[in-house]
Structure formats: structure tokens, C-alpha cells
């Protein structure tokens, strides 16, 4: 049985590293991509090269989703390296300041719906095309609680970001069942990474009140969902959050 190729974008750091490492860990192919951090980079390719499978071709890409030509030559280095392409989890993301809505400005917004949603539909829109020839795949969705939940203040420009993302989501869901590929998406809540790690106590304090939570997320449940809904004992399950 041929291995699967797993790819992840946002993949050297923070959840990313930890979803890259247990794909990894199972046996599958990764490529994991990162945009400006060479440092996380050469860590995860160094994970590895240490590892089990270091034969196994797993490789870490740079690749930047709003750059359409780094997404491009992604793609082409997935062609010449693997006929197949079998699990896709947009986990990319970028930074934002907590914000009062009358203070952003449209690049605010523009910023996070580059990333959340124009680069997710890049790279899905590039690996449906494997995927339907196949007639087999899973999407798997990196979004937020920013959109099941009333979100808090000073998160309009990346909940807009992540609610265009949700919207695409479905809509490939809808004309790509029929393909037997399946798109899901998964709404962690808050996660003690690096991603946080400028933000205010009291912003924090304040999402776990509305989480009704005192705890941090732990991204290992995000992990195991991922693995769980990329396997074949969720083949029913497709258009889910």
C-alpha cells in the first residue's frame, strides 16, 4: 500500500509543527510549508531527517499562501514527487493587534482574508484537481471559535478572515462530495502558542470567561481530531465543523 501525502500549510510552528509531527509519526509523507521563520523550518526538516521514516520523503516547503507563485512551484514539487495527494489541512495563518473596529483599516481585513481564505482557496482549489482524479481526498479546515461563538472585541478583521474561509468551505464541500472528497473544518478555541503570545492577560482572561473555560486548548485534541477525520473511519463524515 502506497503511503499518503499529507500536506500543511502553517506546518513548522505552533499547532502546525505539532500536526506535522504526528502525521509524521503514523507514517505519512508530509510536506509542511511555512512562510519568513527559516528557523522553525530547519527544526521540523531536521525532525525529520532524525526520524523513523527519514527515507520516507517528507519535506519542509517554503511557501507562502498569497504568493501565487511559491503556491505554484508547491504544487509542481508535489507533482514530480508523488502521484497523489491525499490529505490537505489549511492551518496557515497570520498575526493580528486586537483592534477596535472604528481604528482598522480595510488592509486589516485585507491581511486576514489573504491568508484565512484566498490561501486556502488556492491550494485547495490546485489539490481538487488531484483529488478528483483519484476520486479520493480530505480538507480538513484550521478555523476558529470566533465563528460558532459571539467573538470578542477587537476581532472583526480575523473573524471576517476566518468566517470568507468557513463560507468557502462549504461551498467545495457541496461540489466535491459527489468526487468522494471530503471537507471539514475544525474551530479550535484558544491555544497557548506562539500565535498569543503579544496579547493582553486580560484579553486572554477574557476569552476563557466567554469559553466558560479556565484552560487552554490543548492542541493535541486538535491533532487527534485531524487524524481522525483525515482516516478512513471518517469517510461518512464530510461538511462538518
Not at 45 to 56: I, N, T, W
Not at 59 to 69: G, K, P
Not at 123 to 137: D, E, V, Y
Not at 207 to 223: D, R
Request: some cysteine.
Amino acid at each position: 500500500m502506497s503511503k499518503r501525502l499529507v500536506l500543511i500549510t502553517g506546518g513548522t510552528k505552533g499547532l502546525g509543527r505539532q500536526l506535522s509531527e504526528a502525521f509524521y509519526e503514523q507514517g505519512d509523507i508530509v510536506f509542511a510549508t511555512y512562510s519568513k521563520d527559516s528557523i522553525a523550518a530547519d527544526k521540523l526538516a531536521e525532525y525529520f531527517q532524525r526520524g523513523k521514516y527519514s527515507d520516507g520523503g517528507s519535506l519542509v516547503i517554503q511557501a507562502d499562501v498569497t504568493n501565487l507563485d511559491q503556491v505554484e512551484d508547491l504544487f509542481v514539487k508535489i507533482a514530480s514527487e508523488n502521484a497523489n495527494l491525499d490529505v490537505v489541512i489549511n492551518n496557515a495563518a497570520t498575526s493580528f493587534q486586537i483592534t477596535p473596529l472604528a481604528k482598522l483599516s480595510w488592509s486589516d481585513f485585507q491581511k486576514q482574508l489573504d491568508v484565512s481564505c484566498r490561501g486556502s482557496f488556492e491550494c485547495t482549489k490546485r489539490a481538487l484537481k488531484i483529488m478528483s482524479k483519484q476520486k479520493k481526498g480530505s480538507i480538513i479546515n484550521i478555523l476558529s471559535t470566533a465563528v460558532a461563538n459571539e467573538q470578542p472585541k477587537g476581532f472583526a478583521h480575523y473573524a471576517t478572515g476566518k468566517y470568507a474561509q468557513l463560507a468557502l468551505s462549504r461551498a467545495v464541500a457541496a461540489e466535491y462530495s459527489s468526487k468522494n472528497v471530503r471537507v471539514n473544518n475544525i474551530l479550535p478555541g484558544l491555544m497557548k502558542t506562539d500565535f498569543i503570545k503579544e496579547w493582553p492577560e486580560f484579553i486572554i482572561d477574557a476569552m476563557k470567561q466567554k469559553s466558560k473555560s479556565s484552560n487552554f486548548v490543548e492542541p493535541k485534541s486538535i491533532v487527534d481530531a485531524c487524524l481522525f477525520l483525515s482516516s478512513d473511519a471518517a469517510n461518512a463524515i464530510n461538511n462538518q465543523d
